[in-house]
């Protein structure tokens, strides 16, 4: 098992700043990638990004890229989201998830693990 605990959301202007930190814990050397995902709502969960421990690899989501980074410490079992310029359309919950399978993939069902998911509000 792989315990997922997000923390760092909150409330904040349109054109500001935010940073998510995820810290992972238990059996992680099974995982193979780490994905942060949003949910405002009533909308479905969506994909933000996702990060390759091995290698750092990363991708985004359109709607963030040129945003928002995301990086991991692999000695500290923790990944970010440094988010930037946010927008009113960013608030959401945003959820730390990990994948145990190798593979590219934006679908929600397709990770293992879930956080809890830390709040994120953007005042316009």
């Known amino acids: 098992q792989v315990q997922l605990v997000e923390s760092g959301g909150g409330l904040v202007q349109a054109g500001g700043s935010l940073r998510l930190s995820c810290a992972a814990s238990?059996?992680?050397?099974?995982?193979?990638?780490m994905g942060w995902f949003r949910q405002a709502p009533g909308k479905e969960r969506e994909f933000v990004a996702r990060i390759r421990w091995s290698d750092g690899g990363t991708y985004y989501a359109n709607s963030v890229k040129g945003r928002f980074t995301i990086s991991r410490d692999n000695a500290k079992n923790t990944v970010s989201l440094q988010m930037n310029s946010l927008k009113p359309e960013d608030t959401a919950v945003y959820f730390c998830?990990?994948?145990?399978?190798?593979?590219?993939?934006?679908?929600?069902?397709?990770?293992?693990?879930w956080g809890q998911g830390t709040q994120v509000i953007v005042s316009s």
């Open positions: 238990g059996r992680t050397f099974s995982t193979h990638a």
């Open positions: 998830a990990a994948r145990r399978s190798v593979g590219l993939t934006t679908k929600p069902d397709e990770y293992d693990y």
